[in-house]
């Protein structure tokens, strides 16, 4: 009983702060699950408090060394509205499977609904970060693959 009270409190915290304009901040007690929900989150609700906040909140939980390869946030939004990954802006739903995990690191397999009703596959991984710092011991994207697309729906 107190773990399925413990978990709403939780995913009404996790509403209550995404309602809200300010974005999640990486800490240490977000598992590597959340991450991904919350970045999915962002995305499938893209413009909700204003322009590209989902973008951003996704922005927030990529690991430095993802954000080296991606550029600037502006590059990261390019990215992501470009052809190989925007059909995760505004997407009707999503699941999140974990293919397996470490103290270090976690694999999960995401599939998403796109808004034209075709499902599409990725391959997330979140490490977590070991140097010093304000992320030290955060869990944080490292990589997303290209998509999969499996089809459609109907």
Known sequence: MKKILFKILIIILFLSSYSNAELIKPRSDIKPKEVVKIQLTGLQKNDLSYKDRGIEQTWVFAHPNNKKVTG???????????????????????????????????????????????????????????????????????????PIPLGSSI
């Open 72 to 146: 600037p946030l502006p590059n990261f939004k390019r990215m992501i509205k470009g052809d190989s990954y925007q059909m995760m802006i505004n997407h009707l739903s999503h699941t999140i499977t974990e293919l397996g995990s470490s103290e270090k690191w976690a694999q999960f397999e995401v599939i998403i609904l796109d808004n034209n009703k075709i499902y599409h596959k990725f391959s997330w991984q979140v490490e977590k970060f070991t140097m010093e710092g304000p992320l030290k011991n955060c869990w944080l994207t490292t990589m997303v693959s290209s």
